[in-house]
T-cell receptor
């Protein structure tokens, strides 16, 4: 979707290194989310944001932190990457019209070696 | 907490035939939204269809329709006249209709659909 972009699209990193994934939106939506997708687990929520500098944890937040200093950007940081964080990461945005679900980015495939 | 269960990890269908993907959910709420998302090999998450819990009428979008059974907490997706392009992973998702606006989507584990020519 043109209104939301994730970068990078692919990344390989070494265990123990910090990694930051970026989500950028042009829709001016209030809510932003980070999910991870793993085989057999579907999509699981890591963190979400309900406004600038307002964030909260999801069900799999350990080892991750987030920041949102501007409406359009939501950053996900792995402070010290581990092999268990090898996954596909999706960013999503939403407005208050909850019946419209989310709009997703294209995902980032992260491999930790 | 709400949970979403997709009991069929994989399904297959012949081209032009009809297939139904199952989804059940667990909630104590009366007002919520349900969604089916499609994820083709490109990895993009595409919204297929949505259903408001307060609506009794089943949602339909072209060849895609749902069978929403609120009392049974069931939300199945029917794909008619299956096409090769329908081959994808399908995710069922639940979202509360709470007042805060930040209600999260809860996903099932997905069903991989194969379409055979």
């Amino acid at each position: 979707d043109a209104g939301i972009t994730q970068s990078p699209r692919h990344k390989v990193t070494e265990t123990g290194t910090p990694v930051t994934l970026r989500c950028h939106q042009t829709e001016n939506h209030r809510y932003m989310y980070w999910y991870r997708q793993d085989p057999g687990h579907g999509l699981r929520l890591i963190h979400y944001s309900y406004g600038v500098k307002d964030t909260d944890k999801g069900e799999v937040s350990d080892g991750y932190s987030v920041s949102r200093s501007k409406t359009e950007d939501f950053l996900l940081t792995l402070e010290s990457a581990t092999s268990s964080q090898t996954s596909v990461y999706f960013c999503a945005i939403s407005e208050s019209n909850r019946n419209y679900g989310y709009t997703f980015g294209s995902g980032t495939r992260l491999t930790v070696v | 907490a709400q949970t979403v269960t997709q009991s069929q990890p994989e399904m297959s269908v012949q081209e032009a035939e009809t297939v139904t993907l199952s989804c059940t959910y667990d909630t104590s709420e009366s007002d919520y939204y349900l969604f089916w998302y499609k994820q083709p090999p490109s990895r993009q998450m595409i919204l297929v269809i949505r259903q408001e819990a307060y609506k009794q009428q089943n949602a339909t979008e072209n060849r895609f329709s749902v069978n929403f059974q609120k009392a049974a907490k069931s939300f199945s997706l029917k794909i008619s006249d299956s096409q090769l392009g329908d081959a994808a992973m399908y995710f069922c998702a639940y979202r509360s209709a709470g007042r805060g606006g930040s209600e999260k989507l809860v996903f099932g584990k997905g069903t991989k659909l194969t379409v055979n020519p």
